[in-house]
C-alpha cells in the first residue's frame, strides 16, 4: 500500500472516534504524559486491520510510533492480521518486528491485544527462551507480554509453559503481571480443571493472593475458597 493509504487509515480513526469511548479510555488505561486517546472501538479497530493489512512495514512503524494510542493499536492489529496470513516458516520477519518494538506495546490493551495473536502463534513451533528473555526484564509490558503470549499454548494444550511461568513470575512487584498469570491459569482450568487445581494444590500457597483470586474464579465456591483462604 501506498503512504496515502497509511494518511487514509489515520483520518478513518479520527472519524470513527466516540468521546463516550475515549472517556473510557482515559479511566481504564491512565495513559502516560503525552499519549493522545482518539476513543476508538476496539472492534472497530480490529475490522480496520483487516481493511488495512496490505499496509508495509515502514508504515507500520510508523503507527507504532505514534504518540496516538489508537494508532499504536491500529498498528499492532495490522501486524497481527500479517502474522495470521502468513505462512508460519515466513513469520520470524514478523516476529522480529514486534520483539524490536516492544517498547510501543505501553499499556495493557497493547499487550493483550497482540501478545496472543502476534508473538504467540509462533511459539508453538519456535524455542521458548524468547519467553525467559521477556519474563526477566525490567520492563513491566514486555514482562505481560511473556505472560498473554501463552495463550495459543494452552489452546494447544500444553500446560506446563505456563506453570512454569507463573512460578517464575510469582514475586513479580506489579499487580498487573498477579492478574495476567491468574488469568492464564483460568484459562487452563476452563480446559483441563484437573490440571489446573493439581498445580494450586501444589502451589497456591507461594503464589500471590491476586493471582489465584484470579485463577479460581470459575471453580466451585467451596473449592475456591480453599485455595483463596491458602493465601
Known amino acids: 500500500m501506498t503512504d496515502h493509504s497509511l494518511q487514509q487509515l489515520r ?20 495513559p502516560a504524559d503525552g499519549d493522545e486517546l482518539l476513543g476508538v472501538r476496539v472492534p472497530v479497530l480490529r475490522k480496520l486491520a483487516r481493511q488495512y493489512r496490505e499496509l508495509s512495514l515502514d508504515d507500520v512503524d510508523v503507527l507504532l510510533h505514534s504518540r496516538v494510542h489508537d494508532e499504536r493499536f491500529a498498528g499492532l492489529l495490522v501486524l497481527a492480521e500479517q502474522v495470521r496470513t502468513t505462512a508460519s516458516a515466513d513469520r520470524k520477519p514478523l ?27 509462533w511459539l508453538l513451533e519456535a524455542s521458548l527462551e524468547v519467553l525467559e528473555e521477556l519474563a526477566g526484564s525490567a520492563s513491566l509490558w514486555e514482562r505481560r507480554i511473556a505472560v498473554l503470549a501463552m495463550l495459543p499454548l494452552i489452546r494447544a494444550d500444553r500446560y506446563e509453559p505456563t506453570f512454569a511461568l507463573v512460578l517464575a513470575l510469582r514475586r513479580d512487584p506489579e499487580p498487573l503481571i498477579h492478574k495476567a498469570t491468574g488469568w492464564m491459569l ?28 484470579h485463577a479460581t474464579e470459575r471453580l466451585a465456591p467451596d473449592v475456591r475458597s480453599r485455595f483463596v483462604k491458602s493465601r
Not at 517498547?103 to 497493547?110: E, G, P, R, Y
Open 11 to 30: 483520518s478513518t480513526l479520527r472519524v470513527l472516534a466516540e468521546p463516550g469511548v475515549r472517556a473510557q479510555q482515559v479511566r481504564l488505561l491512565s
Open 186 to 213: 483460568r484459562e487452563i482450568g476452563r480446559r483441563d480443571e484437573r490440571a489446573m487445581v493439581g498445580f494450586l494444590d501444589r502451589h497456591a500457597p507461594e503464589l500471590p493472593r491476586i493471582t489465584v483470586r
Open 95 to 121: 516476529i522480529d518486528f514486534y520483539l524490536a518494538r516492544t517498547d510501543c506495546v505501553d499499556n495493557w490493551d497493547l499487550v493483550d491485544g497482540s501478545a496472543p495473536v502476534v508473538l504467540g502463534p
